[in-house]
T-cell receptor, first 114, second 115 residues
């Protein structure tokens, strides 16, 4: 049973560029949440996708956008990259109908913006 | 959102029980306490969760006080591989959209297991 997978593992971009990160949820899960973790900080919630729609969003600018596909996988897109976007980006999956639902995290994508 | 308070760091000897405290004095009646840990540069790992009863699984035990204002995560026989940052989280629910929930992480407790 595969857990949550993310790609790529590492990425280097320059300021102003755009980046796309990918996430495949744990088998059987239908909900994907994205988090940003700056160095030395706890993860911060970006947004969550369910049924291909954004259900909830944290305090992140519109430069951060996402998508969920019919197979429940998800992408996180960041436009006009800033140096401050350098972080570990984490994807977590869960099953919506469970109460409470438990989120399981992937290994993350480490993004460095130069 | 209920907030949690954890000590920034703790040490424990290998083979001993590690007891990690968490205060969540503003928790509301339908909020769960969740524990995750994060080993250096990896994604957070789910450990255990509870509402008001004590819980135990293969990884740890969770003790929640009767007034639910604090809890303790217990690793019964700590090993070097348990060295990590441990996060205590009170789960926030989006009341408008059923099931839409986010995890609010604090700074956590950096637990070091010493040989």
């Amino acid at each position: 049973d595969a857990g949550v997978t993310q790609s790529p593992t590492h990425l280097i971009k320059t300021r102003g560029q755009q980046v796309t990160l990918r996430c495949s949820p744990k088998s059987g899960h239908d909900t994907v949440s994205w988090y940003q973790q700056a160095l030395g900080q706890g993860p911060q919630f970006i947004f969550q996708y369910y049924e291909e729609e954004e259900r909830q969003r944290g305090n992140f600018p519109d430069r951060f956008s996402g998508h969920q596909f019919p197979n429940y996988s998800s992408e996180l897109n960041v436009n006009a990259l800033l140096l401050g976007d350098s972080a570990l980006y984490l994807c977590a999956s869960s099953l919506a109908y469970l109460s409470p639902e438990t989120q399981y995290f992937g290994p993350g994508t480490r993004l460095l913006v130069l | 959102d209920a907030k949690t308070t954890q000590p920034p760091s703790m040490d424990c000897a290998e083979g001993r029980a590690a007891n990690l405290p968490c205060n969540h004095s503003t928790i509301s009646g339908n909020e769960y306490v969740y524990w995750y840990r994060q080993i250096h540069s990896q994604g957070p790992q789910y450990i255990i969760h509870g509402l008001k009863n004590n819980e135990t699984n293969e990884m740890a035990s969770l003790i929640i006080t009767e007034d639910r204002k604090s809890s303790t995560l217990i690793l019964p026989h700590a090993t070097l591989r348990d060295t990590a940052v441990y996060y205590c989280i009170v789960r926030v629910a989006n009341l408008i959209i059923q099931g839409a929930q986010k995890l609010v992480f604090g700074q956590g407790t950096r637990l070091t297991i010493n040989p």
